[in-house]
Protein backbone atom coordinates (compact mmCIF):
# COMPACT_ATOMS: atom_id res chain seq x y z
CA UNK A 1 0.00 0.00 0.00
CA UNK A 2 1.24 3.78 -0.72
CA UNK A 3 1.04 6.06 2.39
CA UNK A 4 2.22 9.66 2.74
CA UNK A 5 2.59 10.53 6.36
CA UNK A 6 3.43 14.28 7.51
CA UNK A 7 2.83 14.18 11.64
CA UNK A 8 3.06 17.41 11.97
CA UNK A 9 -0.28 19.29 11.55
CA UNK A 10 1.07 23.09 12.28
CA UNK A 11 4.40 24.49 13.31
CA UNK A 12 5.01 28.25 14.41
CA UNK A 13 8.18 30.02 13.97
CA UNK A 14 10.00 32.90 14.13
CA UNK A 15 11.19 34.57 11.47
CA UNK A 16 14.50 33.84 10.21
CA UNK A 17 14.32 30.28 12.24
CA UNK A 18 14.92 27.14 10.44
CA UNK A 19 12.17 24.95 10.33
CA UNK A 20 12.28 21.07 8.81
CA UNK A 21 8.66 19.49 7.48
CA UNK A 22 8.81 15.72 7.82
CA UNK A 23 7.64 13.73 5.27
CA UNK A 24 7.46 9.65 5.81
CA UNK A 25 6.15 7.38 2.88
CA UNK A 26 5.56 3.85 2.29
CA UNK A 27 5.41 1.38 -0.71
CA UNK A 28 6.47 -1.72 -1.42
CA UNK A 29 7.92 -0.61 -4.59
CA UNK A 30 11.55 -0.38 -5.69
CA UNK A 31 10.62 2.48 -8.29
CA UNK A 32 8.87 5.55 -6.96
CA UNK A 33 8.59 9.37 -7.05
CA UNK A 34 8.26 11.88 -4.29
CA UNK A 35 7.57 15.35 -4.46
CA UNK A 36 6.52 18.31 -2.17
CA UNK A 37 3.96 20.93 -2.98
CA UNK A 38 3.39 24.17 -1.29
CA UNK A 39 -0.25 25.92 -0.74
CA UNK A 40 -0.07 29.24 -0.52
CA UNK A 41 -2.96 31.16 1.76
CA UNK A 42 -4.08 31.94 -1.83
CA UNK A 43 -4.80 28.14 -2.64
CA UNK A 44 -2.39 27.84 -5.65
CA UNK A 45 -0.52 24.53 -5.22
CA UNK A 46 3.03 24.82 -6.47
CA UNK A 47 5.21 22.53 -7.39
CA UNK A 48 8.57 23.16 -5.19
CA UNK A 49 10.36 19.86 -5.81
CA UNK A 50 10.64 16.08 -7.55
CA UNK A 51 12.90 13.33 -6.92
CA UNK A 52 12.81 9.49 -7.93
CA UNK A 53 14.18 6.23 -5.80
CA UNK A 54 17.31 6.18 -7.53
CA UNK A 55 18.77 9.37 -6.89
CA UNK A 56 19.80 10.17 -2.79
CA UNK A 57 21.47 12.99 -3.48
CA UNK A 58 20.02 16.29 -1.69
CA UNK A 59 18.87 18.93 -3.07
CA UNK A 60 19.41 22.50 -2.04
CA UNK A 61 17.43 25.53 -3.90
CA UNK A 62 18.31 28.71 -2.40
CA UNK A 63 17.10 28.46 1.38
CA UNK A 64 15.09 25.73 0.65
CA UNK A 65 16.55 21.99 0.62
CA UNK A 66 15.27 18.38 0.79
CA UNK A 67 16.90 15.07 2.51
CA UNK A 68 15.95 11.89 1.10
CA UNK A 69 16.47 8.49 3.24
CA UNK A 70 15.60 5.77 1.74
CA UNK A 71 17.03 3.92 4.92
CA UNK A 72 14.07 5.65 7.17
CA UNK A 73 11.64 6.56 4.15
CA UNK A 74 11.80 10.09 4.87
CA UNK A 75 11.88 12.87 2.24
CA UNK A 76 12.04 16.04 4.71
CA UNK A 77 12.03 19.36 3.84
CA UNK A 78 13.88 22.23 5.72
CA UNK A 79 13.34 26.20 5.44
CA UNK A 80 16.60 27.92 6.29
CA UNK A 81 16.13 31.63 7.98
CA UNK A 82 12.73 31.13 7.11
CA UNK A 83 10.26 34.55 6.00
CA UNK A 84 6.58 35.79 6.61
CA UNK A 85 5.88 34.09 3.26
CA UNK A 86 6.96 30.79 3.67
CA UNK A 87 3.51 30.68 5.84
CA UNK A 88 1.84 28.19 3.65
CA UNK A 89 0.48 24.20 4.02
CA UNK A 90 3.06 22.04 2.48
CA UNK A 91 2.41 18.74 1.03
CA UNK A 92 4.28 15.68 0.31
CA UNK A 93 3.30 13.09 -2.06
CA UNK A 94 4.37 9.88 -3.23
CA UNK A 95 3.47 8.32 -6.53
CA UNK A 96 4.36 4.63 -7.92
CA UNK A 97 3.76 4.37 -11.77
CA UNK A 98 3.20 0.16 -11.12
CA UNK A 99 0.30 0.63 -8.80
CA UNK A 100 -1.78 3.59 -10.55
CA UNK A 101 -1.57 6.90 -11.75
CA UNK A 102 -2.31 8.80 -8.77
CA UNK A 103 -0.04 10.50 -6.17
CA UNK A 104 -0.74 10.15 -2.71
CA UNK A 105 -0.59 13.26 -0.80
CA UNK A 106 -0.05 13.68 3.18
CA UNK A 107 -2.06 15.70 4.71
CA UNK A 108 -0.08 18.25 4.88
CA UNK A 109 1.53 20.79 7.57
CA UNK A 110 0.54 24.11 8.13
CA UNK A 111 3.88 26.58 8.59
CA UNK A 112 3.18 29.65 10.10
CA UNK A 113 5.97 32.43 9.96
CA UNK A 114 5.46 35.33 12.61
CA UNK A 115 7.63 38.47 11.80
CA UNK B 1 3.35 28.32 -15.01
CA UNK B 2 1.15 25.63 -16.71
CA UNK B 3 -1.95 26.89 -18.43
CA UNK B 4 -4.75 25.26 -16.36
CA UNK B 5 -7.84 27.29 -16.12
CA UNK B 6 -10.84 25.92 -14.03
CA UNK B 7 -14.33 26.87 -13.74
CA UNK B 8 -16.04 28.33 -12.25
CA UNK B 9 -13.92 29.08 -9.46
CA UNK B 10 -16.81 28.78 -6.80
CA UNK B 11 -20.04 27.43 -6.89
CA UNK B 12 -23.03 27.35 -4.20
CA UNK B 13 -25.82 24.60 -4.77
CA UNK B 14 -28.55 22.67 -3.34
CA UNK B 15 -28.81 18.81 -2.41
CA UNK B 16 -29.56 16.80 -5.36
CA UNK B 17 -28.79 19.03 -8.30
CA UNK B 18 -26.08 18.29 -11.05
CA UNK B 19 -23.03 20.01 -11.33
CA UNK B 20 -20.18 19.68 -13.61
CA UNK B 21 -16.74 21.34 -13.54
CA UNK B 22 -14.86 22.18 -16.42
CA UNK B 23 -10.95 21.90 -16.55
CA UNK B 24 -9.27 23.36 -19.51
CA UNK B 25 -5.51 23.50 -20.07
CA UNK B 26 -3.53 25.30 -23.28
CA UNK B 27 -0.78 22.74 -22.42
CA UNK B 28 -1.47 19.86 -24.73
CA UNK B 29 -0.76 17.15 -21.85
CA UNK B 30 -1.82 14.00 -22.42
CA UNK B 31 -3.29 13.24 -18.52
CA UNK B 32 -6.13 15.55 -16.75
CA UNK B 33 -6.60 14.47 -13.22
CA UNK B 34 -9.48 15.71 -10.59
CA UNK B 35 -8.65 15.53 -6.70
CA UNK B 36 -10.71 16.80 -4.27
CA UNK B 37 -9.12 18.69 -1.06
CA UNK B 38 -10.73 18.44 2.04
CA UNK B 39 -9.11 19.08 5.97
CA UNK B 40 -6.96 16.09 7.23
CA UNK B 41 -7.00 14.17 3.80
CA UNK B 42 -4.84 16.21 1.95
CA UNK B 43 -5.66 15.57 -1.76
CA UNK B 44 -7.31 12.56 -3.19
CA UNK B 45 -8.00 10.89 -6.53
CA UNK B 46 -11.29 11.33 -7.93
CA UNK B 47 -10.84 10.34 -11.86
CA UNK B 48 -8.15 10.95 -14.37
CA UNK B 49 -7.63 11.01 -18.19
CA UNK B 50 -4.91 9.16 -19.81
CA UNK B 51 -6.47 10.56 -23.24
CA UNK B 52 -9.41 11.74 -25.30
CA UNK B 53 -12.28 9.36 -23.70
CA UNK B 54 -9.64 7.09 -21.99
CA UNK B 55 -10.81 7.77 -18.24
CA UNK B 56 -10.27 5.82 -14.66
CA UNK B 57 -11.70 5.82 -11.48
CA UNK B 58 -9.32 7.35 -8.26
CA UNK B 59 -9.13 6.56 -4.81
CA UNK B 60 -12.71 8.19 -4.11
CA UNK B 61 -15.06 8.11 -7.38
CA UNK B 62 -18.20 7.55 -5.78
CA UNK B 63 -20.85 9.84 -7.22
CA UNK B 64 -18.84 11.68 -9.50
CA UNK B 65 -18.51 11.22 -13.08
CA UNK B 66 -16.50 12.35 -15.86
CA UNK B 67 -15.63 13.21 -19.68
CA UNK B 68 -13.31 14.26 -22.17
CA UNK B 69 -13.97 14.63 -25.47
CA UNK B 70 -11.24 17.08 -26.47
CA UNK B 71 -7.63 17.13 -25.41
CA UNK B 72 -7.65 20.35 -23.47
CA UNK B 73 -11.00 19.75 -21.61
CA UNK B 74 -11.54 17.30 -18.94
CA UNK B 75 -15.23 18.01 -17.04
CA UNK B 76 -16.50 16.13 -13.36
CA UNK B 77 -19.83 15.76 -13.08
CA UNK B 78 -21.41 15.70 -9.92
CA UNK B 79 -24.73 13.73 -10.79
CA UNK B 80 -26.70 14.41 -7.88
CA UNK B 81 -24.72 16.96 -5.20
CA UNK B 82 -24.17 15.53 -1.79
CA UNK B 83 -23.40 17.90 1.40
CA UNK B 84 -20.24 15.44 1.61
CA UNK B 85 -19.15 15.94 -1.83
CA UNK B 86 -18.64 20.09 -0.48
CA UNK B 87 -15.02 20.31 -1.10
CA UNK B 88 -12.37 22.10 -2.86
CA UNK B 89 -11.45 20.34 -6.62
CA UNK B 90 -8.05 20.81 -7.95
CA UNK B 91 -7.37 19.98 -11.54
CA UNK B 92 -4.12 18.64 -12.34
CA UNK B 93 -2.29 17.88 -16.12
CA UNK B 94 0.92 15.74 -16.64
CA UNK B 95 2.75 14.29 -18.95
CA UNK B 96 3.45 10.36 -18.61
CA UNK B 97 5.62 10.16 -15.73
CA UNK B 98 6.13 13.90 -15.07
CA UNK B 99 5.31 16.13 -12.53
CA UNK B 100 1.79 17.13 -12.19
CA UNK B 101 0.79 20.56 -12.26
CA UNK B 102 -2.37 22.28 -10.09
CA UNK B 103 -5.00 24.17 -11.73
CA UNK B 104 -6.17 26.92 -8.97
CA UNK B 105 -8.91 24.98 -7.73
CA UNK B 106 -12.79 25.21 -7.90
CA UNK B 107 -14.35 25.52 -4.15
CA UNK B 108 -18.10 23.92 -4.24
CA UNK B 109 -20.46 24.17 -1.51
CA UNK B 110 -23.37 21.86 -1.22
CA UNK B 111 -26.16 23.11 0.95
Known amino acids: AQKVTQAQTEISVVEKEDVTLDCVYE???????LFWYKQPPSGELVFLIR??????QNEISGRYSWNFQKSTSSFNFTITASQVVDSAVYFC????????????FGAGTRLTVKP | DAGITQSPRHKVTETGTPVTLRCHQT?????MYWYRQDPGHGLRLIHY???????DKGEVSDGYSVSRSKTEDFLLTLESATSSQTSVYFC??????????FGPGTRLTVL
Open chain 1, 93 to 104: ALRTPSVSNDMR
Open chain 2, 27 to 31: ENHRY
Open chain 2, 92 to 101: AISEPGFTQY
Open chain 2, 49 to 55: SYGVKDT
Open chain 1, 27 to 33: TRDTTYY
Open chain 1, 51 to 56: RNSFDE
